[in-house]
């Protein structure tokens, strides 16, 4: 069965260190998202990208860069992790309808 | 800022009555929109979409949209236990096939045994 999977599923790590998120899909949907989830925020969008090479930056973008070298991954970096990028973060993927796919959920923690 | 606006809850039910759960949204472009319900520390999960004025029904959950009161709502009949959950609300912007989704904070449904 086609899914998404996201890696690691729970992360810890400290202050100006980079990390990266990974996110795959089985779908071959040409869309993926990135998003992050905060208490009283809802789902805010990172990143996006709309296929293979193709990236854009969301509403909370700062801080977080993605690449898209294939159809499968669209993996999220943090370049200099800050505390207040601890948050639960989601991928999603669509096809040509707009209906997204979500994937189980990192778990990120900043010290 | 395009806006997707739900109240948080929560909402309480008692086992068997209807839930109702509602939405606005303020870009009138908006086409579709989506109902994802989401359990507690896991990701949201699909269980409607609508894109048309009017109802769509499917088993216990009925959509229904009004375009011109730019209002999304979501009826669960027969609410049970298992339903309780935060609701998110979702309307697409942009077009064709790279849409992107707003969504609305969420609304947590409680249902009461």
């Known amino acids: 069965d086609a899914e998404i999977t996201q890696s690691p599923r729970h992360k810890i790590t400290e202050t100006g260190r980079q990390v990266t998120l990974a996110c795959h899909q089985t779908w071959n949907h040409n869309n993926m998202f990135w998003y992050r989830q905060d208490l009283g925020h809802g789902l805010r969008l990172i990143h996006y990208?709309?296929?293979?090479?193709?990236?854009n930056k969301g509403e909370v973008s700062d801080g977080y860069s993605v690449s898209r070298s294939n159809t499968e991954d669209l993996p999220l970096t943090l370049e200099s992790a800050a505390s207040s990028q601890t948050s639960v973060y989601f991928c999603?993927?669509?096809?040509?309808?707009?209906?997204?796919?979500f994937g189980p959920g990192t778990r990120l923690t900043v010290l | 800022q395009k806006e997707v606006e739900q109240n948080s809850g929560p909402l309480s039910v008692p086992e068997g009555a209807i839930a109702s759960l509602n939405c606005t949204y303020s870009d009138r472009g908006s086409q579709s929109f989506f109902w994802y319900r989401q359990y507690s520390g896991k990701s949201p999960e699909l269980i409607m979409f609508i894109y048309s004025n009017g109802d769509k029904e499917d088993g216990r959950f009925t959509a229904q949209l009004n375009k011109a009161s730019q209002y999304v709502s979501l009826l669960i009949r027969d609410s049970q236990p298992s339903d309780s959950a935060t609701y998110l609300c979702?309307?697409?912007?942009?077009?064709?096939?790279?849409?992107?989704?707003?969504f609305g904070t969420g609304t947590l449904l409680a249902v009461q045994p």
């Open positions: 999603a993927s669509s096809s040509a309808t707009d209906t997204q796919y």
């Open positions: 979702a309307a697409s912007i942009g077009g064709g096939a790279t849409n992107k989704l707003i």
């Open positions: 990208s709309y296929g293979v090479q193709d990236t």
